[in-house]
């Protein structure tokens, strides 16, 4: 079974009192994707995925989807179709 669990390359923004903030993300494919907004940032687990850490909600191309920052690494959960 795949896992739902896609590990990106992410573009952040720290600003002078290091809050870390995502810009942009690459997907397994290799495509980038620009956030245009960061709407929310929590502690939270992904039921999906697994794994625990900060969840940002933002949006990409008009669109809302989970990023998550988990200790060292950035994840995102896969769409299956």
Do not use: N, Q
């Not at 896609?6 to 002078?16: L, S």
């Not at 969840?55 to 989807?65: D, I, R």
């Amino acid at each position: 079974m795949e896992s739902s669990k896609v590990y990106v390359d992410v573009v952040a923004r720290f600003d002078k009192d290091g809050v870390m903030m995502p810009m942009a993300f690459v997907w397994e494919d290799g495509r980038k994707y620009e956030i245009d907004r960061v709407k929310s940032k929590e502690r939270c687990a992904s039921r999906k995925a697994g794994g625990t850490g900060i969840m940002y909600t933002v949006v990409v191309a008009g669109k809302e989807c989970h990023l998550y920052f988990e200790f060292d690494k950035w994840f995102m959960e896969r769409k299956f179709a």
